[in-house]
Structures are given as C-alpha cells and as structure tokens.
C-alpha cells in the first residue's frame, strides 16, 4: 500500500514538474517573441491548460502502471501457490518485475517524446505562419 502511494507520489510530482516547465518554456517563448498579446492570452487560460495536462497524464500514466503491474500479481500468485520457499522461482519473479519495470519506462519515455515533439513542432509551425503572415 505505501508503495503504490509512492509510486502515485512520484508519478504527480514528475508531471507536475514537466507540466510546469512545459508552461514556463512555452510562456517564455511567446513572450521573447514579443507577442504580448499571446503571451497574455496563454498566461491567463495557461494554467487551466496547465493543470489539465498534469492531472491527465497523471491519470494516464496511473491506469498505465496499474494495467502493467496486474500480470505480476497473477505472477506471484502463482509462484506463492507451487513454491513458497523455491528461491529460484523467487529470482525469475523478481526478473520479470524489472522487465516489467523497465518496459514501464521505456513506454513512459515514449510517452513525453511524442508530447514534447508535438508541442514544439506545433510552436515552430505557429511562429513561422506568424512571419509568413507577417510579409502579406
């Protein structure tokens, strides 16, 4: 139980820092680009932005670790019913906890990859429609 709050903990603290240097990155952005008026628009609707992008990925990222983490209860059910004792089922148990593990956060990897790309592709794409525009 106190690891499962640990791991919530930790995966709410990591989005919320991501999260909040996502914002800040793309605030700062706008505003060196001397858009004063987008600057303002994204610093007052921003936050709800904000917050929405935190508590989803924390949600997604939960129901992704929950779902992965069920095969190995079934696991170590199984193993706890044929062999309590057997220490060399114990050992194949604790390495497909950390194959779990690390295809956990290869996924996670994956995941903020594609979300950081996204989102500064999409930065680049609106800065130069708005000097393309800015020449008719």
Known sequence: MCFN???LLFNFLF???SGLFLYLSISFYMFFLNLFFYWLVLLIFGLFFFFLFVFVLFFLDSLLFYVLR???FVFNLILSSYSLYNLHSRHS???LSIC???FYI???IIIYVFIFFFIYLF???FTFELFVSAFY
């Open 15 to 17: 989005f919320f820092i």
């Open 123 to 125: 930065l680049i794409c």
């Open 5 to 7: 709050f640990l791991i």
């Open 93 to 95: 148990f604790y390495a």
């Open 100 to 102: 779990i593990l690390i």
């Open 70 to 72: 069920k095969p190995f």
């Open 106 to 108: 290869f996924i996670e």
